[in-house]
C-alpha cells in the first residue's frame, strides 16, 4: 500500500539523518520519532481493526514496545549519553523486521479490505448496480 509504504519512507529518512551524527540531528530525529509513532501505528492499527485482522491487538503491543525503546533511547539522549549509532542499528533492524514480518502478515487482508470498501463507494455489489440500471 503506497500510503504505508510512504510512511516507512520516514524512517528511513531519519536513519539517513542519524547517520550525520550530530546530537542537533538526534533532538530532531527524536521529534520525528514521537510524531511518527503516534500518526503511523494509530493510522496501521485503525486499517487492521477496520479490516478485521485476527492479530491486530499482537500487531499494536509491538508498536507500544517500539515506541517504549524509542523512550528509552531519548532519554539515555537527554542523560548526555551518545545512543546514535545505537539508535540508527536498532531502527534499521526494526524497520526491516516489522515490513518484512508484522506488516506483511496483515497487507493482503488490508488490501482486500479497501478494495471491497471501493467497489462499494463505486456502486456497490453487481446486484445492487444491475438493479439500479434497471429499475432506476
Excluded at 12 to 34: K, Q, W
Excluded at 42 to 67: C, D, I, N, Q, T
Excluded at 86 to 91: A, P, V
Excluded at 104 to 109: F, I, N, Q, V
Amino acid at each position: 500500500m503506497a500510503v504505508i509504504d510512504q510512511q516507512h519512507r520516514r524512517i528511513v529518512a531519519m536513519i539517513n539523518r542519524l547517520a550525520e551524527g550530530t546530537p542537533e540531528r538526534l533532538d530532531e530525529v527524536f521529534s520525528e520519532l514521537v510524531d511518527y509513532t503516534l500518526s503511523h501505528f494509530a493510522f496501521e492499527e485503525e486499517l487492521m481493526a477496520a479490516a478485521g485482522y485476527p492479530l491486530s491487538e499482537a500487531h499494536k503491543r509491538v508498536h507500544e514496545m517500539f515506541a517504549r525503546r524509542v523512550a528509552r533511547y531519548q532519554e539515555r539522549h537527554r542523560a548526555g549519553e551518545d545512543v546514535i549509532g545505537e539508535l540508527r542499528e536498532m531502527l534499521v533492524v526494526w524497520l526491516f523486521n516489522h515490513i518484512r514480518n508484522d506488516d506483511k502478515a496483515y497487507a493482503e487482508l488490508v488490501r482486500q479490505h479497501l478494495a471491497r470498501l471501493t467497489r462499494e463507494q463505486e456502486g456497490g455489489s453487481w446486484m445492487n448496480r444491475t438493479l439500479r440500471r434497471l429499475f432506476g
